[in-house]
């Protein structure tokens, strides 16, 4: 049975810092005890299989690497309507999809969420590599923190 609060690392973990939404997932599933009412999935590369898992949920927090413009390893915390998607596909899988055509699609079968955060991390790297960038991997710890500090809102539902 599904909980009403989804956290989906989103990305592609063979591509480097692409790869942050699923390393972070892999972390916050060690401390998934900690929050017993909360589904943590690493949704990877999902297209829109990712509609399936936003479907029936209170609150869906959405983690992933975003170019923003900002200093390598920044996270930020936006709500769908702060974003505007420039996303460019790479079209090198079927499952690639942009992330907001995704939650716009759910807005319009009647299956969106409450609540949706995105936590958007600028990437050092994206590049074929399994490994994270240094700056990225050196603040695993931070952007830990800074989604859990989410976690631990109470849900209004």
Do not use: W
């Not at 997932?25 to 999902?46: H, K, M, N, V, W």
């Not at 927090?61 to 974003?83: E, H, N, Q, S, W």
């Not at 074929?128 to 849900?155: C, G």
Request: proline share 4%; charged share 25%.
């Amino acid at each position: 049975m599904k909980k009403k609060i989804a956290v989906l690392g989103l990305g592609n973990p063979l591509m480097a810092d692409e790869g942050i939404g699923c390393r972070v997932i892999e972390r916050l599933l060690s401390q998934a005890d900690t929050y017993p009412d909360i589904d943590f999935i690493d949704s990877g590369t999902g297209g829109m299989s990712i509609l399936h898992l936003i479907t029936d949920r209170y609150k869906v927090i959405l983690i992933d690497c975003a170019y923003m413009g900002t200093k390598p390893g920044t996270i930020k915390r936006f709500t769908p309507d702060d974003v505007q998607s420039i996303k460019k596909l790479a079209h090198q899988s079927m499952h690639e999809v942009d992330i907001l055509k995704v939650l716009d699609l759910a807005k319009q079968l009647g299956q969106y969420p409450d609540e949706v955060i995105i936590f958007g991390i600028e990437p050092e790297a994206i590049e074929q590599r399994q490994n994270l960038s240094k700056t990225i991997s050196q603040k695993l710890d931070h952007y830990i923190s800074v989604i859990s500090a989410e976690l631990d809102v109470p849900a209004e539902k």
